[in-house]
């Protein structure tokens, strides 16, 4: 067996997953965030591709470009990869060589993942992949390419049959799913779907051992614009005590389970009497609008950490949201704190984003 090789071949560029039609919004942010970062380069995209690129204007280092641009900094990102070749016009009878070429002797990774974009176009290629994926890690297995030392992830992105995008992910800087896409299970015993957003929300946006000191039985919340209870009923069952703001009417069920008070109220003019752990919403609502309410709550020491959708317009999406999280900084940074955002357009939004939020 070859002694493995932990440096990477270098990369031609960055390609991040995301929603299929905000392609253009995750290119604005690549192109931004290269910017700010002193990365050379230019952002392209495909209507409904499902991934946008980033392509540098020389090779550089995959290490110190996935650091830069990792996923978890960006919004519309499901998953940041360094590319490492391009290939269009794969023969169907042997993809498999063209792809190991690429490959420098010896270089070891810890997994391979075959993948297709989340798209329409890209669904039937499901099955292949899968069969592909296999035969894949037997390759580098036999060869000694597999190293459980390794810092890389090997990715074969497919948007079809014959062309596909090598990359690799430096697994402590990407997304730990498959396709960046957390698989959850709707519970049955939840009231609506949307409880699905915060679910993901807690697992993309906030870290294992924060989510273990930050949701301790006995702590409290406001969730405003509750009703039916979906994102109440994902609090209640870490134990907190909700205060549920919303004209509507809230779930018998999750009512019965004696750590929820129902405040018929406005969630815009709502304040609690006294300070509570957390604050989450997902009120339709002009983004500017719900992002100011959230930046009165933290600014006021009403909450310390909160979870709060966006709902984004049709045009100038990556523009408002940047303009909504400045005004929001400068309103807590007149209240004397400082404002820490994570946001993500997660798999279970749709024309949103979510956020959290948390003073210091």
């Known amino acids: 067996m070859s002694k493995i090789i932990t440096s990477a071949?270098?990369?031609?560029?960055?390609?991040?997953?995301?929603?299929?039609?905000?392609?253009?919004?995750?290119a604005q942010?690549?192109?931004?965030?290269?910017?700010?970062?002193?990365?050379?380069?230019?952002?392209?995209?495909?209507?409904?591709a499902g991934f946008a690129e980033f392509v540098l204007t020389q090779q550089g280092a995959p290490d110190a470009l996935l650091r830069l641009l990792s996923w978890s900094r960006l919004i519309f990102a499901r998953q940041t990869l360094a590319v490492i070749?391009?290939?269009?016009?794969?023969?169907?009878?042997?993809r498999l060589t063209p792809l190991l070429a690429a490959l420098p002797p010896g270089f070891g990774v810890r997994d391979v993942w075959v993948e297709t974009p989340d798209s329409d176009d890209a669904k039937p290629l499901t099955a292949f992949c899968r069969s592909f994926n296999n035969a894949f890690v037997q390759h580098l297995r036999r060869d000694g390419g597999l190293d459980p030392a390794s810092p890389w992830r090997l990715h074969a992105l497919f948007p079809s049959g014959e062309r596909c995008l090598l990359a690799l992910a430096l697994i402590d800087h990407a997304a730990p799913w498959p396709q960046g896409i957390p698989r959850l299970k709707f519970p049955r015993e939840a009231p609506s779907r949307s409880t699905l957003k915060l679910d993901e929300a807690l697992q993309v946006l906030i870290g294992t051992g924060e989510r273990e000191r930050w949701f301790k039985p006995?702590?409290?919340?406001?969730?405003?614009?509750?009703?039916?209870?979906?994102w109440t009923w994902q609090?209640?069952?870490?134990?907190?005590?909700?205060?549920?703001?919303?004209?509507?009417?809230?779930?018998?069920?999750?009512?019965?389970?004696?750590?929820?008070?129902?405040?018929?109220?406005d969630g815009f003019r709502f304040q609690p009497r006294?300070?509570?752990?957390?604050?989450?919403?997902?009120?339709?609502?002009?983004?500017?609008?719900?992002?100011?309410?959230?930046?009165?709550?933290?600014?006021e020491g009403w909450?310390?950490?909160?979870?709060?959708?966006?709902?984004?317009?049709?045009?100038?999406?990556?523009?408002?949201?940047?303009?909504?999280?400045?005004?929001?900084?400068?309103?807590?940074?007149?209240?004397?704190?400082e404002l820490e955002?994570?946001?993500?357009?997660?798999?279970?939004?749709?024309?949103?984003?979510?956020?959290?939020?948390?003073?210091?």
């Open 9 to 26: 071949p270098f990369a031609s560029g960055v390609v991040v997953y995301c929603r299929a039609g905000f392609e253009s919004e995750a």
């Open 29 to 48: 942010e690549l192109d931004a965030t290269a910017a700010h970062a002193g990365v050379a380069g230019f952002a392209r995209t495909e209507r409904n």
């Open 85 to 94: 070749g391009q290939f269009k016009g794969l023969p169907r009878e042997d």
């Open 218 to 230: 006995g702590m409290t919340a406001v969730d405003l614009g509750a009703a039916p209870g979906g």
């Open 235 to 265: 609090l209640v069952r870490r134990g907190l005590h909700v205060t549920a703001v919303d004209n509507g009417p809230m779930d018998e069920q999750l009512m019965a389970s004696g750590l929820v008070a129902h405040k018929r109220e």
């Open 274 to 299: 006294q300070r509570v752990d957390w604050m989450v919403c997902d009120m339709v609502e002009q983004p500017r609008r719900v992002a100011a309410r959230m930046a009165d709550w933290l600014a």
């Open 303 to 337: 909450c310390q950490r909160s979870v709060f959708n966006l709902k984004l317009p049709m045009k100038k999406r990556y523009a408002e949201v940047q303009q909504a999280f400045d005004a929001m900084r400068e309103t807590v940074a007149a209240a004397g704190r």
């Open 341 to 360: 955002i994570r946001a993500k357009q997660l798999y279970h939004d749709r024309e949103e984003i979510t956020v959290f939020a948390q003073t210091r």
